[in-house]
């Protein structure tokens, strides 16, 4: 099993930044990839960034590209996601997940095994 834990959601302005970070424990050596996802009551988990656990490889959806970036430190099993030029639209609840398998890519949620509670992340005008 591999239990995820995210922290660093809060109010921000819009234009601001903020960074999240997704602790990660247990069977850590499963791991092939993780992804940060969001979540707006009534609609639908949207994917916004994606990971290799070993590499370089890295995914992003398009609402986010060019604003947020996704990293990891593997030393300390923990996932990041550095999200600058906030906007209202980014308001959402993110949570990180991992996935055991190997993919071409990995924005799709059924690719993922495990998931995080989530953190909320609120952008005001």
């Known amino acids: 099993q591999v239990q995820l834990i995210e922290s660093g959601g809060r109010l921000v302005q819009a234009g601001g930044s903020l960074r999240l970070s997704c602790v990660i424990s247990g069977r850590t050596f499963s791991i092939v990839a993780m992804a940060w996802f969001r979540q707006v009551p009534g609609k639908e988990r949207e994917f916004v960034a994606a990971?290799?656990?070993?590499?370089?490889?890295?995914y992003y959806g398009d609402s986010v590209k060019g604003r947020f970036t996704i990293s990891r430190d593997n030393a300390r099993n923990t996932l990041y996601l550095q999200m600058n030029s906030l906007r209202p639209e980014d308001t959402a609840r993110y949570s990180c997940?991992?996935?055991?398998?190997?993919?071409?890519?990995?924005?799709?949620?059924?690719?993922?095994?495990?998931w995080g509670q989530g953190t909320q992340v609120t952008v005001s005008a």
């Open positions: 997940a991992a996935s055991r398998a190997d993919y071409s890519s990995y924005s799709a949620q059924w690719k993922y095994d495990y």
């Open positions: 990971t290799r656990w070993i590499g370089d490889s890295t």
